[in-house]
């Protein structure tokens, strides 16, 4: 771990669940600027602008500039601006602040779209499903933000894009495109905006599935720690760090 110059944090499971905070946090953070490395957050949500991710991090007494932090809401726009024409209609499945900035930059369209995007809200109604299903055609392309079926609150688990994905997949027949972790997208976004070398990143995250599988198949360094989501009992993968919390982080580095 001593050549680490580059750290990405997971925000849900790792410093908070909801409003609680999850120790260690803020000692991790104090640690790792006082050796000069440099790290970034990296979270799945798209649900939300910047400053709200910044505040739940204020609220644990841990201060960092909003540049510091990647939602899947900042990927998706990046993704679709970069592979798609500015005249191409979209349709948004998630939350209003995703709705907005995209609706923003592409034509809304309910009936035949270019694009459909998935992202979670906690309001999202089955009838809302049923409409995405019926206005995918042959031409629709379909980008979603993340696949973690779950979120971890402080003492139980709330539904994520990963189930939308699922049943959309189901019923469509068609490929989805998913630009947050374990996507490699995430991490090249990353390495490239921040100009990290991939050789001397650690990827920290609680989930097995995107934030450990994402980053090693990327070739980053990894270390799961134990404050979210378990492990999966299947797993046959000893090639990575756990940690209990990120207290233990500490020592590491
Ligand atoms: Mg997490």
């Known amino acids: 771990m001593e050549d ?12 908070y669940k909801d409003e609680h905070c999850i120790e260690g946090g803020k000692e ?9 490395t440099e790290f970034c957050f990296l979270t799945n949500n798209s ?20 540049d510091k932090i990647v939602t899947t809401g900042v990927l998706l726009q990046n993704y679709i601006v970069k592979n798609f024409s500015t005249r ?6 998630g939350s209003s602040f995703l709705k907005n900035s995209l609706y923003k930059l592409f034509d809304f369209d309910d009936t035949n779209p270019d694009i459909v995007v998935l992202g979670m809200d906690e309001n999202i109604k089955l009838k809302d499903i049923s409409k995405v299903i019926n206005i995918i055609s ?16 402080k003492e139980t688990f709330g539904l994520e894009c990963g189930v939308l994905i699922d049943i959309i997949k189901d019923m469509t027949g068609k490929d989805i495109k998913v630009v947050g972790k374990p996507d490699s997208f995430a991490y090249s976004y990353i390495i490239e905006k921040f100009s990290a070398d991939k050789k001397q990143t650690l990827m920290v995250g609680d989930t097995y599935e995107t934030d450990i599988l994402g980053a090693k198949n990327f070739g980053l360094k990894t270390v799961w720690v134990n404050t979210g989501n378990k492990l999966p009992t299947s797993i046959r993968d000893d ?5 209990d919390s990120l207290k233990e982080l500490v020592k590491f580095l």
Not at 4 to 15: A, E, R
Request: proline share 4%; net charge positive; glycine share 2%.
């Open 138 to 153: 042959d031409k629709t392309k379909i980008i979603a933000s993340n696949p973690d079926k779950l979120i971890p609150k």
């Open 88 to 93: 191409s209609s979209i349709y948004v499945l």
């Open 47 to 66: 649900n939300h602008p910047l400053n709200f991710y910044k505040n739940r991090l204020e609220a644990c007494k841990i201060s960092v500039e909003e």
């Open 239 to 243: 090639n990575f760090l756990r940690i």
């Open 28 to 36: 991790i953070v104090e640690h790792i600027k006082k050796n000069d």
């Open 4 to 15: 680490i110059k580059f750290i990405i944090f997971d925000l849900d499971g790792v410093f």
